[in-house]
């Protein structure tokens, strides 16, 4: 998502030329809606090491990438498999972050062009910017992304909008894919009450495939009269964010989806700066702990204080976003 405004930035700079994105599934399904997106190519790395497939299918991919005679080949994602895809696909030109700037710094050794970048605390949006424009991009920043939602995801939001009547809701998503990001289940049931008691505002639980044990545990604690939830995949979620008024959620996709799609937000921050992965939009609102994380960006924490934050903190941030 923080990706797409550097691939439109590309695709207007080189009028005429193709941009081709590699991206691992189920992110295809979100891009194939996407503008100026010429042809998507999936590596499914995930399953090749599940399945021990490390020849026949990724030695059919590189060959008919090769085949492309790519002019230019920009690794965004900056891990040693991204990095070596990128050098697979035998582009003249690859450009990628420095080593210091990596989180696997020996994906560096992959690219023809390592770009030392500026520092300074700028957004993840920005950086990917400098990435398509080095070293440092002049433009206007945007979390734009132009996507074009398909007519069937949207008949199924609508369709349990009505059956729910949960017309214009504010939407909770307690996923994360990291356990140090999650906010309590049982404070997103907490606010999920709050809002609807007190706002008289419809309110709806988000959750993908492998979320479900999440919204068991919210309507736990909602019961005898559990919040409204039912599951989207990416599509759906975004046709689910044009049809809502507010989002709140933690350092996760589907904030910053909201985000690529105009939808307010209210963002639940633990081991995150909100300047660099927070909403791009200086309009939303953030709440974080009062004390600095000790380990941002970890997935394990032996100190994980950062996300005890009231759930009072974040009603009132609703309240803020929402200009009630």
Not at 36 to 55: G, M, Q, S, V
Not at 91 to 116: H, M, N, S, V
Request: charged letters at 25%.
């Amino acid at each position: 998502v923080h990706t797409v405004p550097a691939q439109q930035y590309l695709a207007r700079r080189h009028p005429g030329s193709e941009v081709h994105w590699l991206v691992e599934p189920p992110y295809d399904q979100l891009l194939a809606h996407v503008s100026n997106i010429d042809k998507i190519w999936k590596a499914d790395t995930k399953r090749w090491r599940k399945k021990l497939i490390f020849f026949s299918e990724p030695k059919s991919l590189v060959r008919e990438l090769r085949a492309e005679r790519f002019d230019l080949a920009i690794d965004f994602q900056g891990l040693v498999k991204s990095a070596i895809l990128t050098r697979l696909t035998g582009a003249k030109r690859i450009i990628g972050y420095d080593r210091d700037w990596l989180r696997e710094p020996l994906a560096a050794w992959f690219y023809t062009e390592p770009i030392q970048i500026e520092n300074g605390n700028r957004h993840h949006i920005d950086y990917l910017l400098d990435l398509a424009d080095p070293p440092r991009f002049q433009g206007r920043a945007s979390a734009e992304m132009p996507l074009a939602i398909p007519v069937e995801a949207t008949a199924y939001i609508a369709e349990h909008l009505d059956r729910l009547r949960a017309n214009n809701p504010v939407l909770l998503n307690p996923g994360a894919g990291w356990e140090t990001k999650r906010w309590p289940t049982e404070r997103f049931a907490e606010l999920g009450q709050m809002i609807e008691e007190r706002l008289g505002i419809p309110v709806i639980i988000t959750y993908g495939p492998a979320e479900r044990h999440l919204i068991d545990s919210i309507q736990e604690h909602t019961r005898p009269s559990p919040l409204k939830a039912f599951p989207t995949d990416l599509l759906q979620l975004a046709a689910l964010c044009r049809q809502s008024r507010l989002m709140v959620a933690g350092d996760t996709g589907p904030l910053h989806l909201a985000v690529a799609l105009g939808l307010p937000t209210v963002a639940v921050l633990g081991p995150a700066f909100p300047w660099r992965t927070g909403p791009f939009n200086k309009s939303d609102v953030v709440i974080q702990h009062d004390r600095t994380c000790p380990h941002p960006y970890k997935r394990t924490c032996n100190e994980h204080f950062c996300m005890d934050i009231s759930v009072e903190q974040v009603f009132k941030g609703v309240m803020q976003r929402l200009g009630i």
